[in-house]
Nanobody
């Protein structure tokens, strides 16, 4: 069965750190570009960053800056979003998505999607 499963979402205090995981089954993540999307309360889903198949990172949200980083563990077939210096505006459901070839801003262009994991940063 092909699926992506996120985990690691939690309530974290401002300035804290969190690591989100996205584990794949049924296909190899290393051959896919990975997008980390988020949907904040009352807002649409937006792409925070995307990692190409060579792990070139493109960040799509100015607010993320250097606070979010990406890593990939091909042995575990898992990718990670490392969040540092979290802010209340980072509160959202975070989703990973995978697609062949290049990154895309569009959710619908990805081939596989996770179910999301909630990150809450109180103000």
């Amino acid at each position: 069965q092909v699926q992506l499963v996120e985990s690691g979402g939690d309530l974290v205090q401002p300035g804290g750190s969190l690591r989100l995981s996205c584990a794949a089954s049924g296909f190899n993540l290393h051959s896919h570009a990975i997008g980390w999307f988020r949907r904040a309360p009352g807002k649409g889903r937006e792409l925070s960053l995307c990692a190409s198949t060579t792990d070139a990172i493109t960040k799509y949200l100015d607010s993320v800056g250097g606070r979010f980083t990406f890593s990939r563990d091909n042995v575990k077939n898992t990718v990670y979003l490392h969040m540092q210096g979290v802010k209340p505006e980072d509160t959202a459901v975070y989703y990973c998505a995978a697609k062949e070839w290049q990154c895309s801003r569009q959710w619908g262009r990805y081939d596989y999607w996770g179910q999301g994991t909630q990150v809450t940063v109180p103000s």
